[in-house]
């Protein structure tokens, strides 16, 4: 890990800088943490819950409880296996309990519902089809969309770009943007990201924070793997790499720097980093994330204050919760991550849970305002703790970005 040699020798402690010893935690990573103690329990200690769910969907049945029982028993039985299977196999590692809970209670208020509309069997061939849209939903969103990375192709022109001046340099700028890594082992996933680093050749790379799940941050083999995973990107990118820190109970200041220390990543700590690439100049301003604008917004104005006002002004900030001060300090480019795309999201409403101060109005993708371009990743791990190892319809994704000049503008 490399610091920036124009910063006092007082500020270059990554211990000290990463997180305000006063932090608050976050009231979503409160119901997490919650959720992780019900994680412990096995679901067969809960069994007698599992039966008590069965018997209250098939009341409302008359005279056919029997095999709606039946089904609700099978339903569980086989969401638990799924649930178990995925560490066993080495896809992902979150406990049993919560989602198989979650799932079973969903299963039960359907049911339920169907009892009390209509009790026929034609009814309950209907719950049927709707019990087994649920299985494959949720086979799919733990077994498969986890570990489908797209890679995201996005384009942006400004005349703040310098031009091309020297034969042989590149018209355009690739700059690949990972966020939201959260390992907790190396995985297919892990595997697919170095592959494609390996295809698309960035010129720069920025990383966006999050850098293990929430269930591993003290776990010293996911803290080894995520060296692994990252040592290995750093050797398979051929441009420069930068990294900025994520949330404060993802990203701990005793846990994270020794993870970087000896890779060839610039950490920038509350620091703005002056880069030049084939005639391309970009100025990064790299900003810690306490997830408290009161506290974040100040130092992302101080920092602002030191950029000249023709520079190409990228953003590094973890969540997108200062677009509207990105906007006013005439920022051209704002990447994060953080919201994961909601990381479980339904037909036509998107994202159940964003994480944002702003609620849904950033949750992903591109937004432009004024002159900015903000870009919301989704990410690509998964938030840890008691949430499900699940993506739905939110696949993980990271961002090519070909940066070029522009006599007319943006693009």
């Known amino acids: 890990m490399t610091m920036d040699p124009s910063t006092p020798q007082e500020s270059r402690d990554p211990h000290r800088l990463l997180h305000p010893p006063d932090y608050q935690p976050h009231p979503l990573h409160v119901a997490l943490v919650l959720t992780e103690l019900l994680g412990r329990i096995s679901p067969a200690m809960l069994t007698p819950a599992w039966v008590a769910l069965g018997a209250i969907a098939c009341w409302p049945w ?11 028993l099978s339903v569980t039985l086989l ?36 009892g009390l509309l ?13 019990q087994i849209a649920i299985s494959a939903a949720s086979l799919y ?15 942006l022109s400004s005349p703040k770009l310098k031009p091309v001046s020297s034969p042989g340099s590149r018209s355009a700028l690739r700059l690949l943007h990972i966020s939201d890594i959260h390992i907790e082992r190396i995985t297919a996933r892990e595997r697919e990201l170095l592959r494609l680093v390996d295809d698309l050749e960035p010129d720069l790379t920025v990383l966006t924070g999050d850098y293990l799940n929430l269930s591993s941050v003290r776990d010293p083999d996911a803290q080894a793997d995520a060296r692994r995973v990252l040592a290995e990107l750093c050797e398979r990118s051929p441009g420069p790499i930068y990294g900025i820190t994520g949330s404060p109970p993802v990203d701990l200041k005793d846990v994270v720097p020794d993870i970087f220390e000896g890779l060839d990543v610039t950490w920038l700590l509350d620091q ?77 409403l998107g994202a159940l849970v964003t994480s944002s101060a702003f609620g849904k109005r950033y949750e992903m993708g591109r937004y ?32 090519l970005w070909t940066l ?6 943006k693009r």
């Open 79 to 114: 969401d638990g296996l799924g649930l178990a299977l995925l560490p066993q196999t080495g896809r992902s590692f979150g406990p049993v309990t919560p989602p198989l809970l979650a799932l079973t209670l969903l299963r039960t208020g359907i049911t339920v519902a169907g």
């Open 368 to 399: 432009e305002e004024a002159e900015t371009t903000l870009y919301v990743s989704r990410g690509l791990g998964m938030e840890g703790l008691g949430a499900p190892r699940a993506r739905f319809l939110s696949p993980p994704e990271i961002v």
């Open 404 to 409: 070029s000049t522009a006599a007319f503008g």
């Open 141 to 155: 969103a733990t077994w498969i969309e986890p570990f489908h990375i797209q890679v995201t192709q996005a384009a």
């Open 62 to 72: 008359d005279r056919l409880r029997i095999p709606v029982f039946v089904l609700m």
């Open 118 to 130: 209509w009790s026929t069997p034609s009814a309950l061939v209907a719950v049927v089809s709707v």
């Open 272 to 348: 703005v980093a002056d880069v030049e690439i084939d005639d391309h100049r970009i100025t990064l301003v790299g900003l810690r994330c306490t997830r408290e604008r009161s506290r974040d917004i100040p130092r992302l104005r101080r920092l602002m204050a030191k950029v000249p006002d023709d520079a190409f002004k990228l953003l590094l900030y973890h969540s997108p919760d200062l677009m509207p001060e990105a906007v006013d300090l005439d920022v051209d480019l704002y990447l994060c991550g953080h919201t994961h795309g909601g990381q479980i999201r339904l037909p036509l």
